[in-house]
């Protein structure tokens, strides 16, 4: 996002709106207050612009040229990757699973949230988490989520360099974990999350097993993580678009 000095007429009225904090005011070669964008901190989430408070009209979204376009990609939910046609962060999310079948019996569906309003995150970041997990060994990073598709290396979870400078609201690395591991993969994410420097948070499910058992649960909790009361549970009502192997 930027702002055209020329129509700004130093309101304030769009600095409450940033979800990054990234608009500041600075004085114009008139001496006049003006709004400024700080384009490394700005994610291009369109916040600001949607919110139609600027009375000059003064805020506009420049054409996104790659590598900077994966920021609108991820953070602006108007916009739609071009690999998955999903809006946001760009993936199904496991929770769907009944239906695309990605994680099957004896996997858990694991996921690291990176980045909030406030904080974002950027790819550095990111490139550590996934470094950190794919050296676990046993980790198979979701291929239907665009994250993955940024990966220059999938076995090592280094990222694209081109993208190493971005930074975005809101990311999910997604992956497939065999339940063995499931504490193994949690120990991880602990240790290198003191190195980040915005936060991080876990998704954990894997299917209902008989006795209406969920392992998943049972091996975060023997890991130090108790699952929040707000969990989902997904009953299954979707037409499944692969063919159940049952256990
Ligand atoms: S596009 Fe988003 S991050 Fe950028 S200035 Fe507007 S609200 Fe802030
Ligand atoms: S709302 Fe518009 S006119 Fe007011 S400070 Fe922001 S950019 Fe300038």
Not at 145 to 152: C, S, Y
């Amino acid at each position: 996002m930027k702002v055209d000095e020329s129509k700004c007429l130093g309101c304030g009225r769009c600095r409450a709106y940033c979800t990054m904090g990234a608009i500041s005011f600075t004085r114009d070669a008139r001496g006049r207050v003006c709004a400024q964008v700080d384009q490394h901190e700005c994610v291009d989430c369109g916040v600001c612009f949607r919110a139609e408070v600027c009375p000059g009209e003064a805020l506009y979204e420049p054409k996104p040229e790659w590598p900077r376009s994966v920021r609108s990609t991820f953070s602006n939910p108007l916009v739609e990757h071009k690999e998955t046609r999903i809006p946001g962060r760009g993936t199904e999310e496991m929770k769907t699973n009944d239906v695309t079948g990605r994680f099957k019996w004896g996997e858990a569906g694991m996921a690291v949230e990176m980045g909030r309003p406030g904080t974002g995150a950027r790819f550095t970041d990111i490139e550590k988490v996934a470094m950190a997990l794919s050296s676990l060994g046993d980790i198979h990073f979701e291929p239907k989520n665009p994250l993955t598709g940024l990966m220059a290396d999938k076995n090592t979870g280094k990222m694209n360099p081109e993208v190493m400078d971005e930074k975005v609201l809101s990311a999910i690395i997604e992956m497939t974990v065999p339940l063995d591991r499931v504490q193994d993969v949690i120990g991880a994410v602990r240790k290198v999350a003191q190195e980040l420097s915005t936060v991080c948070s876990f998704d954990l499910t894997c299917k209902v097993h008989p006795g209406d058992t969920v392992p998943a649960f049972d091996l975060a909790r023997k890991a130090g993580v108790s699952p929040t009361i707000n969990g989902k549970t997904n009953v299954g009502l979707g037409k499944p678009f692969f063919e159940e192997v049952k256990q």
